[in-house]
């Protein structure tokens, strides 16, 4: 990168990623076409240099951005994916998409090479607990001291109080971080990588047999005659480029003064009036949302809300009578709903299972629409509910005066 560009996408970062998080001469930043090369990098460089093979086991915390399920699936890659799952849910039974430490705990196993995770989260979208976070720290230090992490928080300046796991543990984190969602600026395709100098990275890379060594050097022998020397963050920058396919690496020159600029004007916005304002624009299209659907959400300071997922399902067996929620199964197919709220509603949603979430669940994007289109959309979903009752009623399933009780502003 750009001298300066660098210099200020590292304060930049080291602004939003909470305490702990390596002083700008202790971290090394990469800028990628947005978030997506990033992921596609990362995984080149560790697979380019035997840290990830074939076979090897990863677990990802699920639900999650669907091409990181995509990735370990690719036959380039083959990987054996272990879904760390938000099995959490409130007293009521709703969803609260954390993490049981029993999940967390599959990542005591060594097997585990990498752990991948977005916090806050896609699609439940919410802040990973404090205790969880703490959690994954312990397991680091007395069980798998070698575990690499891929935590990507583009979604980091969307809730407050966040500390991502690369201020945490930064010596096992590579930190994803794209400037799409924050700055709405996802056609400038502005990403970054960094890591810590003092990485595991670098130890593991240090490790390596003998002939794998051999082989990298052969692999780097264009770029350096002391390949063994060659930082992890070295290997990501002359690997984005197959070392020597394209002769140039990393995003233009314009491209970095955005990104520049873009940093700079949240760096000197001390009274983060503009972080405000977008967290703001979220919530007050969340609150559309939900009052066009008539249902409330449990409180939670954790919820990010830059996207809902709604689970019908687990709706369904809350509200309604359980020979319902039978014939829902029996007759329905979970894609059913999305169908409908296109044909009805001009709504695209994205279905749940798409990201390893609950086969009943929808995924809302409130970060595309005016707070007026989420009231109407929840009204779209209302209708849906609205014959789910009529439906109850003729299947005379549950007394009169109940179904008129379960059509009112339950929790979601
Ligand atoms: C978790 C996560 N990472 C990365 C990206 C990709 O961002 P970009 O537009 O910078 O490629 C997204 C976009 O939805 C995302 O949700």
Not at 65 to 88: C, Q, R, S
Not at 163 to 176: C, G, H, K
Request: charged share 25%.
């Amino acid at each position: 990168m750009l001298n300066y560009c660098s210099e200020i996408g590292k304060r930049y970062i080291g602004s939003i990623m909470g305490e702990g998080f390596p002083e700008p001469d202790a971290v090394d930043i990469f800028a990628t076409e947005g978030g997506t090369a990033a992921m596609r990098y990362i995984f080149d460089t560790l697979f380019a240099n035997r840290l990830l093979a074939p076979g090897d086991s990863i677990a990802i915390m699920a639900p999650v951005f669907t091409p990181y399920l995509n990735i370990a699936d690719l036959p380039m890659y083959g990987l054996n994916k272990v879904l760390v799952e938000a099995d959490g849910t409130f007293p009521n039974g709703s969803h609260s998409w954390q993490f049981s430490d029993e999940q967390i705990d599959k990542l005591r196993d060594p097997s585990i090479k990498l752990l991948v995770c977005i916090n806050p989260t896609n699609p439940p979208s919410v802040r990973i607990a404090d205790e969880t976070i703490a959690r994954i720290e312990k397991i680091v230090h007395e069980d798998n001291p070698n575990l690499i992490i891929i935590t990507d928080d583009v979604y980091s300046t969307f809730i407050d109080g966040f500390r991502s796991l690369s201020a945490v543990i930064p010596q096992n984190t590579i930190l994803v971080y794209s400037y799409s969602k924050y700055f709405g600026a996802t056609g400038w395709r502005l990403g970054v990588i960094t890591t810590a100098r003092d990485t595991v990275l670098d130890k593991l890379l240090a490790a390596l047999p003998d002939e794998t060594k051999e082989i990298l050097r052969a692999r780097y022998s264009l770029s350096t005659d002391d390949a063994d020397s060659l930082t992890f963050a070295q290997r990501l920058v002359a690997d984005s480029r197959d070392v020597a396919l394209n002769h140039t690496a990393g995003i233009s020159g314009p491209q970095q003064v955005q990104l520049a600029l873009f940093s700079l004007f949240d760096i000197l916005d001390t009274e983060k009036s503009y972080r405000k304002a977008a967290q703001g624009l979220v919530a007050d299209r969340l609150n559309a949302l939900l009052e066009g659907l008539d249902s409330t959400l449990t409180p939670d300071p954790l919820r990010t809300g830059y996207y809902i997922e709604i689970d019908f399902l687990s709706f369904a067996k809350r509200h309604y009578p359980t020979e319902f929620v039978e014939f829902l199964e029996k007759t329905y197919e979970p894609a059913d709903v999305l169908f409908r709220l296109a044909a009805q509603a001009e709504t695209v949603a994205l279905n749940g299972s798409g990201f390893d979430g609950p086969p009943w669940s929808i995924r809302l994007s409130l970060a595309n629409l005016n707070a007026e289109d989420y009231r109407t959309i929840g009204k779209a979903i209302r209708k849906g509910r609205r014959g789910v009752r009529r439906r109850v009623e003729s299947l005379c399933l549950s007394p009169r005066d109940t179904l008129v009780e379960i059509d009112r502003g339950q929790e979601l």
